[in-house]
C-alpha cells in the first residue's frame, strides 16, 4: 500500500499476465482491464485512483476493517475470452507510530423530519481533514462534509436514531491513525 502524501488516495493499474501471473504477456484482447470495488473501505476516483472511505461496517472489525476487495475485469474480443479475477489489497490498520491526534467533534441537536442538511464540523488536533460515515439512521454524508437526510422508512417508530462518525487515517510514521469519535442524535416528528 503505496498511498499519496495525504496518506488516503492510491494507484493501480491492472495488467494481461501468463497463468502463473508472473509475467506480463503482449498477446491479449485490446481495451483496458476495468477496476472495480465489490466491498472494503475504499471509494473509487476514476480509472486508476481510489481513496480510503471507512463506512457503517465500522473501524473496529480486525477482519475486515483493512481490507479492500475489487475487481478487475475485461470482455474479451474475438480472439481471447473475457476475464474477471478479485484483488485483495490489504491496508495498514490503525497507524501506532508518529504524533498521537484526537478528534474534536460536538455533539448534534436533535432535528425535525424533513429539516435541511447538517453541516459537520469537526477537527483533528493534528489539522488533518476529518472524515465522516453514518453509522445508523436515514442520513448520508454529501461530498462537502453535510449530512443530508434520507427518506424515513414508512414503518419507522420515532424518534428516529441517526448516529455519525468522525474518522481520521493518519499519515504512516508521522500522525497515529485518531480514535473514531461517535455522535448520536433523533429525528422527531
Known amino acids: ?23 506480463r504477456v503482449e498477446g491479449h484482447a485490446a481495451g483496458d482491464i476495468r477496476l472495480e470495488k ?11 485512483t481510489f481513496t480510503v472511505r471507512f463506512y457503517r461496517m ?12 475489487l475487481l478487475a475485469s475485461h470482455p474479451g474480443d474475438k ?4 476475464a474477471v479475477q478479485q484483488v485483495n489489497l490489504r491496508i495498514p490498520y490503525r497507524l501506532t507510530e508518529g504524533k498521537r491526534q484526537h478528534i474534536l467533534f460536538q455533539g448534534l441537536e436533535d432535528v425535525k423530519a424533513g429539516s435541511a442538511p447538517l453541516p459537520l464540523k469537526a477537527v483533528s488536533d493534528c ?24 427518506p424515513i422508512p414508512p414503518r ?23 480514535e473514531p469519535v461517535e455522535r448520536s442524535f433523533y429525528i422527531y416528528k
Request: some cysteine; glycine content about 8%; overall charge positive.
Open 1 to 23: 500500500f503505496l498511498p499519496e502524501e495525504d496518506g488516503l488516495t492510491f494507484h493501480l493499474n491492472a495488467c494481461f499476465t501468463d497463468s502463473l501471473r508472473r509475467n
Open 38 to 48: 465489490i466491498c472494503g473501505p475504499v471509494e473509487q476516483v476514476d480509472d486508476t
Open 58 to 69: 465500522g473501524m473496529y472489525n480486525p477482519r475486515r476493517t483493512s481490507d479492500i476487495w
Open 79 to 82: 480472439h481471447y475470452k473475457g
Open 127 to 150: 489539522g488533518l481533514p476529518v472524515y465522516y460515515y453514518v453509522k445508523e439512521g436515514p442520513a448520508r454524508i454529501t461530498a462537502n462534509n453535510t449530512l443530508e437526510f434520507t
Open 156 to 178: 419507522s417508530r420515532f424518534p428516529v436514531k441517526v448516529t455519525v462518525v468522525a474518522w481520521q487515517y493518519g499519515l504512516k510514521g508521522k500522525v497515529q491513525t485518531a
